[in-house]
């Protein structure tokens, strides 16, 4: 399989954030996005941004910015399809999919989905807590392949990523959760803080 793209999910409306982009935040004085940018970039052969509204706001990052194909703001999975349109047209195979708000996801991330991939080549990344398995659907593997289908089931009005990913026999790639989980993401401005101090550990 062919180098994968990366597209950013950055078009949630952060309501407990106020508001606004939350990706255009400061931690550790930087955009988050710019932290997303930097964990993500050497592991893909390019990437784009996804959101909505004036493309113009995150001209800084010099990405692509493509926004969802579908009204109304559908969720994250109208982001990972505007994503797999997007690698179509570069001749991509498949594209991976990270969050706007979650600056610490692993490192070895793509390689790990591209191992874990079920037969349709899907994948979704997971971590555990406590014994409990936490599966992160707006981290995953998406095969170009699947983009009708994605497309139709959106369109008929499927919002639950885990639906449609369990539906195609998607995989899963499991991570450790220690010193603390990869994939916490930035809700609140309290969060913020907390990321503040990650930052040191990451």
């Known amino acids: 399989m062919s180098a994968a793209l990366g597209v950013i999910l950055a078009g949630g409306q952060a309501t407990r954030m106020g508001g606004g982009d939350k990706g255009l935040r400061s931690v550790a004085g930087r955009p988050l996005l710019a932290h997303v940018i930097d964990r993500l970039g050497p592991q893909v052969a390019g990437m784009a941004l996804n959101a909505n509204g004036d493309p113009a706001r995150f001209d800084m990052f010099g990405l692509p910015v493509i926004p969802d ?17 997007w690698a179509a047209e570069q001749g991509a195979e498949a594209v991976v999919s990270v969050a706007a708000d979650t600056p610490f996801f692993p490192r070895d991330l793509v390689a790990r989905l591209r191992a874990a991939a079920g037969p349709s080549g899907l994948a979704l990344a997971a971590s555990r807590m406590e014994g409990k398995l936490w599966r992160h659907p707006t981290f995953g593997l998406w095969p170009v392949a699947l983009r009708a289908d994605l497309r139709s089931a959106l369109q008929g ?23 603390f989980d990869p994939f916490f993401n930035i809700n609140t401005p309290e969060d913020i803080g907390t990321a503040e101090e990650l930052v040191r550990q990451a």
């Open 157 to 179: 009005g499927l919002r639950k990523v885990v639906l449609w990913t369990d539906a195609h026999g998607a995989g899963c790639a499991e991570f450790a959760s220690d010193p």
């Open 69 to 85: 194909s579908l009204p109304d703001w559908p969720g994250p999975l109208a982001g990972v399809l505007a994503g797999m349109d």
